[in-house]
């Protein structure tokens, strides 16, 4: 995972986003 990825998902995070872009984020992740 880059830096840049990191920062996305902390901003994420902080802004509380909807599930189904938890689950997008979640599937990135497992792709990996």
């Known amino acids: 995972m ?7 998902m902390r901003k994420a995070v902080m802004l ?6 938890y689950r997008s984020v979640e599937s990135v992740q497992a792709k990996r």
């Open 2 to 8: 880059t830096f840049q990825q990191q920062n996305v």
């Open 16 to 21: 509380s986003l909807p599930k189904h872009l």
